[in-house]
């Protein structure tokens, strides 16, 4: 273990008593979301089904969990390092980078958002309107900048996809957290609902959910990997990678696992064990509003400005004081 593995662990363990005691209580009893990045990397270019989450290279796995926890010390994976240490299991930094969770902290926070291309200014509030769905119940809003922004949103070529959560801040500054490839205010309705919605679901920290295990395994292997080969040109990894990875059991969700969730895939029933098709997620339904309102509690905000209150204020930025010193490391 070198020095900085140490310090790293030292670290860690000081933060395991602060998330436990920030959680207790919780519906995650203390269990930690374990965090399972999948390789956006891994799918070839080209057309892909509906969104495949971006990863950070792996030289910033573990300066990207270090950001994650200095934001929010309950993503830290405090159980899987309790029983690493109980099992002497020799402490791989990397191991824990891919254990930690992506949130914002629990306190009211207006993440800024740009676009990369030039964007009317109907469909910048159109995006933002549906961005900021997730504000009904949560204490994170979206608001409009004109300059550095959390959130880059690019509308050229790459499908739908963006960066999890507190990732985000280790992306350079000139370059997308989000892609909408080709969206314009001709753009279905449905399609807002359906992917707009799931991307900032993403920029909010929050993974698949067709990767929870229950769901995964309803997953005929040998059919995914011939359907997504055909269909898209993905290989035998990024299946495994997008599709067939389950999230750790251990994890912050106390939900069931929804198929109709709008961070759920539509899967179709040739790959399925039972036939049956994975619905998928057409828009933000109850349990996500439920999950969102828990991991981003609105109660907390009430001295804080409204979400509908979306002027930019110092409030609001005394709101970043946890991530203010983050270094970015790009
Ligand atoms: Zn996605």
Redesign the pocket.
């Known amino acids: 273990m070198s020095a900085d593995d140490k310090e790293l662990l030292q670290t860690l363990v000081k933060i395991l008593q602060v998330a436990g005691a920030a959680v207790n209580g919780n519906a995650s009893d203390g269990d930690e979301q374990k965090d399972n990045p999948v390789a956006a990397s891994a799918v070839p270019q080209g057309e892909a089904p ?4 971006k990863t950070l290279p792996d030289r910033l796995f573990v300066p990207a969990a270090q950001t994650a926890i200095k934001v929010n010390p309950v993503n830290a994976p405090a159980l899987a390092v309790s029983s690493m240490l109980a099992a002497n299991v020799p402490f791989e930094p990397m191991a824990i980078a891919v254990m930690t969770s992506k949130y914002w902290g629990p306190t009211p926070r207006q993440l800024t958002v740009n676009f990369l291309e030039s964007t009317p200014a109907d469909l910048r509030a159109r995006i933002l309107s549906h961005m900021n769905a997730w504000a009904r119940v949560s204490c994170v809003t979206f608001v409009e900048t004109q300059g550095a922004a959390d959130v880059r949103i690019s509308r050229g070529p790459g499908g739908y ?1 963006s960066y999890l959560g507190t990732d985000i801040l280790h992306i350079p500054k000139d370059r997308p957290t989000m892609n909408l490839e080709a969206f314009t205010m001709n753009t279905a309705e449905s399609e807002y609902l359906r992917v707009v919605r ?2 900032t679901g ?1 920029t909010l920290g929050f993974p ?1 959910e067709h990767m929870r295990q229950e769901l995964v395994a309803r997953i005929d292997p040998q059919k995914a990997y011939d359907f997504f080969y055909r269909q898209y040109g993905w290989n035998k990894t990024a299946v495994d990678q997008q599709v067939l990875t389950a999230l750790d059991q251990q994890s912050i969700f106390a939900t069931p696992p929804d198929q109709t969730s709008i ?1 759920c895939y539509q899967l179709p029933g040739t790959i399925t064990k039972d036939g049956q098709p994975i619905q998928g997620g057409l828009d933000i339904n109850g349990t996500d509003y439920a999950f969102a309102a828990q991991i981003y509690p609105k109660l907390a905000s009430s001295t804080m400005d409204a979400p509908d209150d979306a002027q930019k204020s110092s409030a609001d930025r005394d709101a970043w004081s946890a991530s203010e010193d983050v270094e970015v490391t790009v």
């Open positions: 509906s969104c495949s989450i996809w799931h991307e993403h698949h961070m």
